[in-house]
């Protein structure tokens, strides 16, 4: 929505370089991790997932790390464009449950031309 | 396939009125929910349901009721509005037991006055 990230932090990244997002997941018991991408006024869409199970994984241009004894994931961006430019959640649930999401707080990425 | 649709995309209440956001799916898929963004936070979990005529309270209920008589469709009802239900609701909906997470819907901008 317009309004989301008035208080979120902000990733400044120039055109062309790697930009890393980080993430503090908040139950040990989650087993099951998804990154959102957010653009202005639309809903949340899914970039990547990684299971407990796993402490990498990657995608075109994005990877996923998890680091479960800090409870800690980040989503690795290369070669930012400019159309990177959104609001980035990470998300946790159970795959027993997989119908709870919760969120983070999310971070705001702007890329520099 | 539209995905998941939600109507209306804006809506101003008054303190004290009622109405329903309604949300619907075309995939065919068990699970559903509804969320709420405020400035500044991530997605809260309002009420879901994983499969007709079975719903659960999430995180932020109080003031919202819900049902779903079909798999397609899962309207989210504000019982008496008030200010603080100012804020972007999202419906998501996702296949059982699927490892892609929620697919979500645009938003519905409400505001409460």
């Known amino acids: 929505g317009e309004n989301v990230g008035l208080h979120l932090p902000t990733l400044s990244v120039q055109e062309g370089d790697n930009s890393i997002i980080n993430c503090a997941y908040s139950n040990s018991a989650s087993d099951y991790f998804i990154w959102y991408k957010q653009e202005s006024g639309k809903g949340p869409q899914f970039i990547i997932d990684i299971r407990s199970n796993m402490d990498k994984r990657q995608g075109q241009r994005v990877t996923v790390l998890l680091n479960k004894t800090v409870k800690h994931l980040s989503l690795q961006i290369a070669a930012t464009q400019p159309g990177d430019s959104a609001v980035y959640f990470c998300a946790e649930t159970w795959m027993d449950s997989s119908y709870k999401l919760i969120f983070g707080s999310g971070t705001r990425l702007l890329v520099r031309p | 396939n539209a995905g998941v649709t939600q109507t209306p995309k804006f809506q101003v209440l008054k303190t004290g009125q009622s109405m329903t956001l309604q949300c619907a799916q075309d995939?065919?898929?068990?699970?559903m929910s509804w969320y709420r963004q405020d400035p500044g936070m991530g997605l809260r979990l309002i009420h879901y349901s994983v499969g007709a005529g079975i719903t659960d309270q999430g995180e932020v209920p109080n003031g919202y009721n819900v049902s779903r008589s079909t798999t397609e469709d899962f309207p989210l009802r504000l019982l008496s509005a008030a200010p603080s239900q100012t804020s972007v609701y999202f419906c998501?909906?996702?296949?059982?037991?699927?490892?892609?997470?929620?697919?979500f819907g645009s938003g519905t901008r409400l505001t409460v006055v």
């Open positions: 998501a909906s996702s296949k059982q037991g699927a490892n892609k997470g929620y697919t």
């Open positions: 995939m065919n898929h068990e699970y």
